[in-house]
């Protein structure tokens, strides 16, 4: 089974740090996802990467931005936290010939 | 862009009974459709999908219907169980043109017994 891993299940910190969030698949996908998930507004996607060191935003980029340095671990980075970027995150992956999308468990970040 | 309009935001069923859950696209080129299921704590997992030459598909319990026309398709779970109990999200894409999903708002499933 494909296994995509995040780094932390919970994460608080502090409005103005920067916050990084690691997420690793072990299935040699080339297409990776961030997605953040709030009630009511459902997945939407920040950025993606359909391979190293290519990124491509989402529909919700703005104050975030990516790194993908090996093919199996894909970094969203806040430069700057704020309390409205309190959310979970959610890194997925996905293999060219197939349209079905791998989640990790998500990361509850909260910003204070 | 596309637009996924999930309906309703919270259903709750008693064990047994069947649940529906609705949705609407907007991009008439949208040709894939699949749904997630997500339990407490973890991440949406796949369940079923339904390409857009096809009408119906059902695996067990669950069944999808996808009315082109319309634009609609619907997420249809009989005798529902506990283990039920999730929030289920559509999405749809254009497998042609487009590189990303895009999801509908979710509908929390409470199954009680």
């Known amino acids: 089974d494909v296994k995509v891993t995040q780094s932390s299940r919970y994460l608080v910190k502090r409005t103005g740090e920067k916050v990084f969030l690691e997420c690793v698949q072990d299935m040699d996908h080339e297409n990776m996802f961030w997605y953040r998930q709030d009630p009511g507004l459902g997945l939407r996607l920040i950025y993606f990467?359909?391979?190293?060191?290519?990124?491509e935003k989402g529909d919700i980029p703005e104050g975030y931005s990516v790194s993908r340095e090996k093919k199996e671990r894909f970094s969203l980075i806040l430069e700057s936290a704020s309390t409205n970027q309190t959310s979970m995150y959610l890194c997925?992956?996905?293999?060219?010939?197939?349209?079905?999308?791998?989640f990790g468990s998500g990361t509850q970040l909260s910003v204070l | 862009g596309e637009n996924v309009e999930q309906h309703p935001s919270t259903l709750s069923v008693q064990e047994g009974d069947s649940a529906v859950i609705k949705c609407t696209y907007s991009?008439?080129?949208?040709?894939?459709f699949p749904w997630y299921k997500q339990e407490l704590g973890k991440g949406p997992q796949l369940i079923i999908d339904i390409r857009s030459n096809v009408g119906e598909k059902k695996d067990q319990r669950i069944a999808v219907t996808l009315n082109k026309t319309a634009k609609h398709f619907s997420l249809h779970i009989t005798e529902t169980q506990p283990e039920d109990s999730a929030v289920y999200f559509c999405?749809?894409?254009?497998?042609?043109?487009?590189?990303?999903?895009?999801f509908g708002t979710g509908t929390r499933l409470q199954v009680t017994l």
């Open positions: 990467s359909y391979d190293v060191k290519m990124k």
């Open positions: 999405a749809s894409i254009d497998t042609g043109t487009a590189s990303k999903l895009t």
């Open positions: 997925a992956s996905l293999t060219w010939d197939s349209e079905k999308l791998f």
């Open positions: 991009d008439s080129a949208s040709n894939y």
